[in-house]
């Protein structure tokens, strides 16, 4: 084929979807379109490669048409453990949660390849270069045989595919089973695409932060700055609550530290837009000992101090995240203490200083320390350590009363006390995700962010070769944006409790991991 490769990606979850397009700058490869259980509907002639998700069970409503000159080739994407006997070397079906960048690249460049070598047969029924039966051809000849019609051997070939995956088949039709075809090694090239080994949904981190200056059990909670002019230069801010507030940048690297007495800055959490001294910034809240507020320079990254006074609190060791109404505008923090006391502060320009008044509080039950608000529909999320995830009205006016679990430890749930930090991934509309640090099992539950907050799956970040895993983690975060070549689909950080080779060890950290490799199941956005 001439010139670049043309790919379709069709995938329910946006997120992994930016992350396969990013790992596509490659000259070889140009991405045509992208979809969502195909709407809309790929223009195959106009696509050399058509990567979608098996695990989609959304009908398709629409097949494969015959092609005269060259075939549409076809690569499936399925969960880990959806197949059971299927051949692991065909890259032309791919494990997500063991998909890299590099192996996706390999994969579409055997694939392009072996499209090229059977160009010449493309759409000669019963041939590799006939990827589809149109339908008038079935309905002109509806009796042909198993050997003679694509279609047949497809449906020949599922007899070494997993019993799920029959049933799928079931469903979805003459698209779905030729794409089944290719599991079974019916078509196809056999490139295996290299990743992480195992279905458990382990994943590594691309890089960790500078250790905290600190020793013991220092590095706490994080929070991220997008910098709209130049993404790739925005800011991560991470706690020392035994003596500091540093900022980091997508390297990893120190950019500044603002030091403090033990407990004074716990967790941390950002919001932008606040109005302040006649002009619109991005605040930086944290609450330990006392809450403290700081604007971000955009210029130099430098965090500024613009508390107006001084916000003692009653424990060192809080929650504290914040909260812009979209019902008044107006901008709030909660923080949660050991007492599983929960207040609601209001944050207001006084001076150009940040001032704050107590709004609403009210009894948790026992200890908590994560929380994280959701600015779009207006619901808080509460990890109380020992029993699991509330979520509350953030509203002021709200009764605390009227709150619904999200998830519990032990008794069904999916939790392991302590339940430490919570993350949300907001997208458009109701879409995205809610994170969870499941500490007591050194794993991060995930769950639908509308309304039923489904449980969606666990993940670990475990040791790779550029830093070891996460482990006890206390605070998370995580962002849905492009944030430059190195996370293109954005990023999910942990603190990491046992800091340990490779990379730095001793001092704790925080560890940077590809929010595509956090969100890469492919039942995610369903």
Same mark, same amino acid.
């Given at each position: 084929?001439?010139?670049?490769?043309?790919?379709?990606?069709?995938?329910?979850n946006?997120?992994?979807r930016?992350?396969l397009?990013?790992?596509?700058?490659?000259?070889r490869?140009v991405?045509?379109?992208?979809?969502?259980?195909?709407?809309?509907?790929?223009?195959?002639?106009?696509i050399? @490669?058509?990567v979608?998700?098996?695990?989609?069970?959304?009908?398709l409503?629409?097949?494969?048409?015959?092609?005269?000159?060259?075939?549409?080739?076809?690569?499936?994407? %399925?969960?880990?453990?959806?197949i059971?006997?299927?051949?692991?070397?065909?890259?032309?079906? +791919?494990?997500?949660?063991?998909?890299?960048?590099?192996?996706?690249?390999?994969c579409?460049?055997?694939?392009?390849?072996?499209?090229?070598?059977?160009?010449?047969?493309?759409?000669?029924?019963? &041939?590799?270069?006939?990827w589809?039966?149109s339908?008038?051809q079935?309905?002109?000849?509806p009796?042909?045989?198993a050997?003679?019609?694509?279609?047949?051997s497809?449906?020949?070939?599922l007899a070494?595919v997993?019993g799920?995956?029959?049933?799928m088949?079931?469903?979805?039709?003459?698209?779905?089973? %030729?794409?089944?075809?290719? $599991?079974?090694?019916?078509?196809?090239?056999?490139?295996r695409?290299?990743?992480?080994?195992?279905?458990?949904?382990?994943?590594?981190?691309?890089?960790e932060?500078?250790?905290?200056?600190?020793?013991?059990?220092?590095?706490?909670?994080?929070?991220?700055?997008?910098?709209?002019?130049?993404? $790739?230069?925005?800011?991560?801010i991470?706690?020392?609550?035994?003596?500091?507030?540093?900022?980091?940048?997508?390297?990893?690297?120190?950019?500044?530290r +603002?030091?403090?007495?033990?407990?004074?800055?716990?967790?941390?959490?950002?919001?932008?837009?606040?109005?302040?001294g006649?002009?619109?910034?991005?605040?930086?809240g944290t609450?330990?000992?006392?809450?403290?507020?700081?604007?971000?320079?955009?210029?130099?990254?430098? +965090?500024?101090? %613009?508390?107006?006074?001084?916000?003692?609190?009653?424990?060192?060791?809080v929650g504290?995240?914040?909260?812009?109404?979209a019902?008044?505008?107006?901008?709030y923090?909660?923080?949660?203490?050991?007492?599983?006391? @929960?207040?609601?502060?209001?944050?207001?320009?006084?001076?150009?200083r940040?001032?704050a008044?107590?709004?609403?509080?009210? !009894?948790l039950?026992?200890?908590?320390?994560?929380?994280v608000?959701?600015?779009?529909t207006?619901?808080?999320?509460?990890s109380?350590?020992?029993?699991?995830?509330?979520?509350?009205?953030?509203?002021?006016?709200?009764?605390?009363?009227d709150r619904?679990?999200?998830?519990?430890?032990?008794?069904?749930?999916?939790?392991?006390?302590?339940?430490?930090?919570? $993350?949300? %991934?907001?997208?458009?509309?109701?879409?995205?995700?809610?994170?969870?640090?499941?500490?007591?099992?050194? &794993?991060?539950?995930i769950?639908?962010?509308?309304?039923?907050?489904?449980w969606?799956?666990?993940?670990?970040?475990?040791?790779g070769?550029? $830093?070891?895993?996460?482990?006890a983690?206390?605070g998370?975060?995580?962002?849905?944006?492009?944030?430059?070549?190195?996370? !293109?689909?954005?990023?999910?950080?942990?603190?990491?409790?046992?800091?340990?080779?490779?990379?730095?060890?001793?001092?704790?950290n925080?560890?940077?991991?590809?929010l595509?490799r956090?969100?890469?199941a492919?039942?995610?956005?369903?």
């Amino acid at each position: 084929m001439d010139g670049a490769s043309r790919i379709w990606l069709d995938d329910p979850n946006p997120i992994f979807r930016m992350g396969l397009a990013a790992s596509l700058r490659d000259p070889r490869f140009v991405v045509v379109g992208e979809s969502a259980g195909f709407v809309p509907t790929p223009a195959l002639e106009d696509i050399d @490669v058509l990567v979608f998700d098996l695990g989609d069970e959304r009908s398709l409503g629409w097949t494969l048409p015959r092609r005269q000159r060259r075939s549409t080739r076809l690569v499936g994407l %399925v969960p880990g453990g959806d197949i059971e006997t299927a051949e692991r070397s065909q890259c032309t079906i +791919l494990v997500r949660s063991e998909l890299t960048p590099e192996g996706f690249r390999d994969c579409l460049a055997s694939v392009v390849a072996g499209a090229s070598a059977t160009a010449g047969s493309a759409g000669r029924s019963g &041939s590799p270069g006939g990827w589809g039966v149109s339908p008038r051809q079935r309905r002109r000849e509806p009796h042909r045989s198993a050997d003679s019609s694509p279609v047949g051997s497809v449906q020949a070939a599922l007899a070494g595919v997993g019993g799920r995956l029959r049933q799928m088949a079931k469903r979805k039709g003459a698209l779905f089973l %030729v794409v089944a075809a290719l $599991a079974a090694g019916a078509y196809g090239p056999t490139n295996r695409a290299e990743g992480l080994s195992g279905s458990t949904a382990p994943v590594t981190p691309h890089t960790e932060t500078t250790p905290v200056e600190s020793a013991g059990d220092a590095a706490d909670d994080v929070a991220v700055w997008v910098n709209q002019a130049d993404p $790739a230069a925005s800011l991560v801010i991470g706690t020392d609550k035994r003596g500091g507030l540093e900022s980091y940048d997508l390297e990893g690297r120190r950019i500044q530290r +603002l030091p403090g007495s033990a407990g004074t800055f716990n967790n941390v959490d950002v919001r932008s837009g606040f109005p302040l001294g006649g002009q619109t910034v991005t605040l930086v809240g944290t609450a330990g000992r006392e809450m403290s507020f700081f604007r971000i320079e955009p210029g130099t990254r430098q +965090l500024r101090d %613009v508390g107006a006074r001084d916000f003692p609190n009653k424990y060192s060791e809080v929650g504290y995240c914040m909260y812009r109404s979209a019902v008044s505008g107006r901008f709030y923090a909660f923080i949660t203490e050991p007492d599983g006391d @929960v207040t609601q502060y209001e944050l207001f320009d006084q001076g150009g200083r940040v001032d704050a008044r107590v709004v609403r509080e009210w !009894p948790l039950g026992r200890s908590a320390e994560g929380c994280v608000a959701d600015d779009a529909t207006g619901r808080l999320f509460v990890s109380e350590e020992k029993a699991g995830i509330w979520r509350f009205n953030a509203e002021p006016d709200a009764s605390p009363v009227d709150r619904a679990q999200v998830d519990r430890v032990g008794g069904g749930g999916h939790l392991v006390a302590d339940v430490e930090g919570l $993350a949300l %991934v907001a997208q458009p509309g109701p879409d995205g995700f809610l994170i969870a640090s499941s500490q007591g099992d050194n &794993s991060f539950a995930i769950y639908r962010r509308g309304q039923d907050h489904a449980w969606l799956g666990q993940r670990e970040v475990v040791d790779g070769s550029a $830093a070891d895993g996460c482990s006890a983690t206390d605070g998370i975060e995580a962002v849905a944006a492009d944030l430059g070549p190195d996370f !293109p689909a954005g990023i999910f950080i942990c603190q990491d409790g046992d800091n340990t080779a490779p990379g730095s060890a001793g001092r704790q950290n925080f560890k940077y991991i590809r929010l595509d490799r956090i969100l890469d199941a492919s039942n995610f956005s369903k």
